[in-house]
Nanobody, 119 residues
Framework: QVQLVESGGGLVQAGGSLRLSCAAS????????MYWFRQAPGKEREFVAK????????YYTDSVKGRFTISRDNAKNTVYLQMNSLKPEDTAVYYC????????????WGQGTQVTVSS
């Protein structure tokens, strides 16, 4: 059973930074695609970033390009989301998710961590 546990959320002022972590357990993250999604109040969940664990390739939604960085630590089986230059519109619950079959939607989800950016 795969478990994903996020941490690192909190309250930060606009322009500040946070780093989210997502620790995977139950199987190695090798070969997976790891995702970060977010859901703001009253809005649908949206894609933020993804990382192909094997190649290290990364992709971002346009609104976070140049500000957010997704990365991995092989030894810790952990994926990170470094968020810089945060804006109030980045306020949301951030979810880590994983797919272990390339080309399929993420199957495993964490519980989410709240990020609040004050203006």
């Amino acid at each position: 059973q795969v478990q994903l546990v996020e941490s690192g959320g909190g309250l930060v002022q606009a322009g500040g930074s946070l780093r989210l972590s997502c620790a995977a357990s139950g199987r190695t993250a090798s070969g997976s695609v790891m995702y970060w999604f977010r859901q703001a109040p009253g809005k649908e969940r949206e894609f933020v970033a993804k990382l192909y664990w094997g190649s290290g390739s990364t992709y971002y939604t346009d609104s976070v390009k140049g500000r957010f960085t997704i990365s991995r630590d092989n030894a810790k089986n952990t994926v990170y989301l470094q968020m810089n230059s945060l804006k109030p519109e980045d306020t949301a619950v951030y979810y880590c998710s994983a797919s272990f079959t390339i080309g399929t939607p993420p199957r495993y989800w964490g519980q989410g961590t709240q990020v609040t950016v004050s203006s």
